[in-house]
Nanobody, 117 residues
Framework: QVQLVESGGGSVQPGESLGLSCAAS????????MGWYRQAPGNQRELVAS???????NYADSVKGRFTISRDNARNTVYLQMNSLKPEDTAVYYC???????????WGQGTQVTVSS
């Protein structure tokens, strides 16, 4: 059984920073892509950033230059550093990991990020 545990959400003011982490665990787990999605009330879940096993990152236009995704393959952990946060970044953030041999996607439970003055 694969489990993803997220941490690091919270409430900050506009312009501040916040870091998220997500650790995946499971017997024999080998992961390909890891990433983060977010969902604001009334909106669909949208991609924030993803990163390949080799470390290549992909970002939504709305977060380019402000967010940085990274990973530690030895720990099956993905990170999201969020700088210069805006109120429109407020959402529940979900991490995912894709199983290497068939691409099956696992999801974390979600963590709330609130940006408000």
């Amino acid at each position: 059984q694969v489990q993803l545990v997220e941490s690091g959400g919270g409430s900050v003011q506009p312009g501040e920073s916040l870091g998220l982490s997500c650790a995946a665990s499971g017997s024999g787990l080998r992961i390909n892509v890891m990433g983060w999605y977010r969902q604001a009330p009334g909106n669909q879940r949208e991609l924030v950033a993803s990163i390949s096993r080799g470390g290549s990152g992909n970002y939504a236009d709305s977060v380019k230059g402000r967010f940085t995704i990274s990973r530690d393959n030895a720990r099956n952990t993905v990170y999201l550093q969020m700088n210069s946060l805006k109120p429109e970044d407020t959402a529940v953030y979900y991490c995912h990991c894709d199983r290497y041999y068939d691409g099956y996607r696992y999801w974390g439970q979600g963590t709330q990020v609130t940006v408000s003055s």
